[in-house]
Nanobody, 111 residues
């Protein structure tokens, strides 16, 4: 069974940066695709980015060029570096792998 724990959320001003982390444990391998999703108030959860050892990283158009996903396979960690943050990036961010979800971490972009 896979367990995922996100961290690193917080309050940041527009234009600022945050780095989210996702710690994975359990039955997960380097061949497992991992991803980040987000859910803003009143909206459905949406895909942000995925990373796969063979296909690399893919991004939603809304974050392309501003967000960078990475993995540390030795530590079973996934990261999301978010730069040039906008108010519309405000959401709870979730880590996903092997059809499992973490508890989410809140990101608020506001002046």
């Amino acid at each position: 069974q896979v367990q995922l724990v996100e961290s690193g959320g917080g309050l940041v001003q527009p234009g600022g940066s945050l780095r989210l982390s996702c710690a994975a444990s359990g039955l997960i391998s380097r061949f497992t695709t991992m991803g980040w999703y987000r859910q803003a108030p009143g909206l459905e959860r949406e895909w942000v980015t995925s990373i796969d050892i063979t296909l690399g990283a893919t991004y939603a158009d809304a974050v392309k060029g501003r967000f960078t996903v990475s993995r540390d396979y030795a530590k079973n960690m996934m990261y999301l570096q978010m730069n040039s943050l906008k108010p519309e990036d405000t959401a709870v961010y979730y880590c996903n792998a092997a059809q499992r979800w973490g508890q989410g971490t809140q990101v608020t972009v506001s002046s």
